[in-house]
């Protein structure tokens, strides 16, 4: 039998990135915060993200035809805190809008909008494949996380 702390502690070894991801709700945008992002597909250009099913917000975003992943910056730690606790973010917080109406986050190091591509079960977490259809780069550096904490290069 696997402890999940152990478990939960080895997989803090590994670096990953973390970003915020948004959708349109029908009491307007909200976001997520979420380390379990990765490419999946040059061919169609597909990436992939995992919500926890105890979420609150799992739901809305399991059901959005469209959601912006965006890669935070490493000015973006309190952003990525409020969005880890809230599907609001910071009370101060300026949404940007696209052309089609979807929500974004400015400043950040990347940002991808993409449309819902397919599902899948994963356990505790649903894995959300989208197809990215517009992104963005910019000059800003990448937030990390480590061992359960946020990280600058």
């Known amino acids: 039998m696997i402890d999940l702390d152990e478990f939960r502690f080895a997989l803090g070894k590994y670096v990953t990135g973390i970003t915020i991801v948004t959708c349109n709700s029908e009491n307007g945008p909200i976001g997520i915060t979420a380390n379990s992002f990765s490419s999946l597909s040059l061919s169609p250009p597909l990436v992939l993200w995992a919500p926890a099913k105890a979420s609150k917000r799992h739901n809305t975003f399991l ?7 965006h890669i935070a910056s490493e000015n973006q730690i309190e952003l990525c805190k409020s969005f880890s606790k809230s599907a609001n973010g910071e009370s ?3 949404w940007a809008y696209n052309d089609e109406g979807d929500a974004f986050i400015e400043n950040c190091s990347a ?21 990215v259809k517009k992104f963005e780069t910019t000059d800003h550096k990448p937030l990390l996380y480590l061992g359960g904490n946020y990280q600058k290069l």
């Open 92 to 94: 101060e917080l300026i």
């Open 63 to 69: 059901e959005a035809k469209k959601f912006i992943v």
């Open 111 to 131: 940002r991808f909008e993409c449309i819902k591509y397919n599902h899948f079960d994963g356990g505790d977490h649903s894995i959300i494949v989208g197809e």
